[in-house]
């Protein structure tokens, strides 16, 4: 089979006139010394490799590491890598959202000033009015990590000096009390009265997601993923082995295991092609319809019994995304809240009966039961939970009872 074009290497050549080895890159001309010498093979072998590795392009003068570069064209350059970096299953992931709201306040103060003289005291004017803007502790620190990040890219590729980033790293992250920054709310269970008002108003897709995770304690990025090929139903007890989850970057396994009560909510939505997502909008829409159809009074004319468009601009996906889970969420919520008021005879405008709560409070209620029966050591294990204090023989111990519990939980 032939190479592919891309896998070639510049070639190895004798400019005869000069009686010098030459390979060309980008069109240019990169002389390496006298031709068949071993210092000309070895100068070929470093121009190669700092070329493969910048990419297959020719590395700029450094020019005292690009002394004029402003910190606008290196949120530029930065963010080309952030494109290409932060990218899983081919879609973009959240970590390009938080990226751009970071250099924000940064481009923002510090655009036209040049990268390298960019120190200590200009982030801390950038954290400031991060602060000024009313964004929470844990937030800013996060900002702040990635600009810093993004300076440490700069130095890898050769942008900035080394001691700017060196720099950066003095700046502590902000401390709980000790600054006027805002701490946000710490994520709390749902009440379970909150959490059943959804359940006329939701479908029964949203509604059994909502169950696994109360029941598993899934994140609402694996409950949504769901199928059939990711469940091993062998055993009394079945293991779900989400395809995708929020620490398999790190080289980490994911398994939950999911017990007789959460078997009984699966069941119904198992398909024969095991592929398949077991949760799909499109079925719930599709469902939707046809319970509004049924419950029509008058008789449906002969011209109205399909009025689906051939081609419509916009379908139902086959799978939840978070999003649209958390948006489903919502909506029930309302609906919820709107028929509470109405069953009080209070004002639509009043306060919330039923506030909205998101899918991410579901785990904190799963979290909370298993640790109140079970102790906080089983909790970790059952969540998926990894520390560097807790030994991987420290978690085996754990898990030696597992099936135990999640037979009478789960």
Not at 115 to 131: D, E, T
Not at 158 to 174: C, K
Not at 264 to 287: G, N, T
Not at 311 to 337: L, M
């Amino acid at each position: 089979m032939p190479k592919l074009a891309v896998d070639k290497l510049p070639a190895y050549r004798q400019h005869k006139a000069r009686g010098l080895a030459v390979v060309t890159l980008n069109g240019k001309d990169i002389y390496l010394g006298p031709y068949g010498t071993s210092a000309s093979q070895a100068e070929y072998d470093r121009v190669i490799s700092e070329w493969i590795a910048n990419g297959r392009r020719l590395l700029e003068p450094r020019d005292d590491l690009k002394p004029d570069l402003t910190i606008t064209e290196l949120i530029a350059a930065y963010w080309r890598h952030a494109q290409s970096y932060y990218v899983k299953d081919g879609s973009p992931t959240s970590e390009q959202v938080w990226i751009k709201l970071a250099m924000r306040p940064l481009r923002r103060l510090y655009g036209s000033t040049p990268a390298s003289s960019f120190g200590p005291l200009a982030l801390k004017a950038v954290r400031q009015a991060m602060i000024d803007h009313g964004d929470c502790r844990a937030t800013i620190n996060g900002y702040i990590t990635r600009i810093k990040r993004m300076f440490k890219w700069a130095v890898e590729n050769e942008l900035v000096r080394p001691d700017v980033h060196h720099g950066l790293q003095a700046v502590a992250g902000l401390r709980r009390g000790r600054s006027e920054v805002r701490e946000a709310a710490s994520v709390q269970p749902v009440p379970d009265e909150f959490a059943d008002a959804v359940h006329p108003h939701v479908s029964r897709q949203v509604w059994a997601m909502i169950e696994i995770q109360r029941l598993a304690g899934l994140r609402p990025g694996e409950v949504v993923l769901m199928r059939a090929s990711d469940i091993d139903m062998t055993g009394s007890i079945w293991h779900f082995r989400p395809e995708s989850h929020k620490t398999e970057h790190h080289g980490h396994n994911r398994v939950v295991e999911l017990g007789p009560r959460a078997q009984q909510v699966i069941r119904s939505f198992l398909k024969p092609e095991l592929d398949a997502f077991l949760f799909s909008p499109a079925e719930a829409e599709a469902e939707r319809a046809a319970e509004r159809r049924q419950r029509r009074q008058t008789p449906v004319q002969p011209s109205q019994r399909n009025r689906r468009k051939r081609n419509p601009s916009r379908r139902p996906d086959e799978r939840y995304t978070v999003a649209s889970y958390r948006r489903a969420i919502q909506r029930g919520c309302d609906k919820a809240d709107r028929e509470a008021k109405k069953a009080e005879g209070l004002p639509s405008d009043g306060e919330q009966l039923v506030p909205r709560w998101h899918p991410h409070q579901l785990r904190h209620n799963f979290a909370t039961r298993i640790r109140k029966e079970h102790g906080l050591e089983v909790a970790r294990v059952l969540l998926g939970h990894r520390s560097m204090a807790v030994t991987e023989v420290y978690a085996e111990m754990d898990r030696s009872r597992v099936a135990e519990i999640v037979a009478r939980t789960g």
